[in-house]
């Protein structure tokens, strides 16, 4: 057996929820309290909140003007003025778009595509000759860089998720 096997160097906790044993490495033996999110949840469910938590809260939505998503960490002045103008999200600011390709590959041409490129190769991939599973198109000329191309159905090929990663330059803007 190589390595250490996972238990190695651990500390067993007693959930306080349903009081089964877990495993923690040491750091958290202090901390840790329970065995899942599920057990964290119902355990904080019941908790009332104390009066000057909840005093705290309504001071932050009058300042702000609405109710902040839960949020670690102290705002920035821009976050708070978005706030007020009633921005919510990154993409909400005037001046900025979604790019080009991106919408592109949630369109319907896209989809069509793809269906296309699958049917053609028999949902098979070209290296391994899996069929059926995680498949994806791949284009045999880059998307980026060779827009005339990128609908045409004998520039895809079919190609497993495993081999789409390892084989092709996969995340990379090459020619």
């Known amino acids: 057996m190589r390595g250490k096997p996972w238990n190695y160097n651990r500390v067993k906790k007693i959930c306080l929820v349903c009081s089964s044993e877990f495993m923690v490495q040491p750091a958290r033996d202090k ?7 599920k057990c964290k949840y119902e ?3 019941d908790k009332p909140i104390s009066e000057e938590l909840k005093k705290r809260l ?4 009058k300042r702000i003007g609405s109710k902040p998503p839960i949020h670690r960490g102290k705002r920035s002045k821009k976050w708070v003025e ?4 009633g921005i919510k999200k990154h993409y909400d600011i005037v001046g900025r778009t979604t790019p080009k390709n991106k919408l592109l590959k949630k369109s319907k041409k896209w989809k069509e595509w793809r269906e296309a490129v699958f049917r053609y190769d028999d949902y098979t991939c070209w290296i391994c000759n899996e069929k059926g599973g995680e498949l994806q198109p791949h284009h045999l000329y880059s998307f980026a860089y060779y827009p005339k191309l990128r609908f045409i159905i004998s520039n895809g090929i079919t190609l497993c998720k495993f081999c789409h990663k390892t084989y092709t330059d996969y995340g990379f803007n090459r020619k």
């Not at 309504?58 to 939505?61: L, N």
């Open 43 to 45: 355990w904080f469910r």
């Open 58 to 61: 309504s001071e932050v939505h």
């Open 82 to 85: 978005n706030i007020k103008k």
């Open 31 to 37: 901390t840790a309290k329970f065995c899942c999110l």
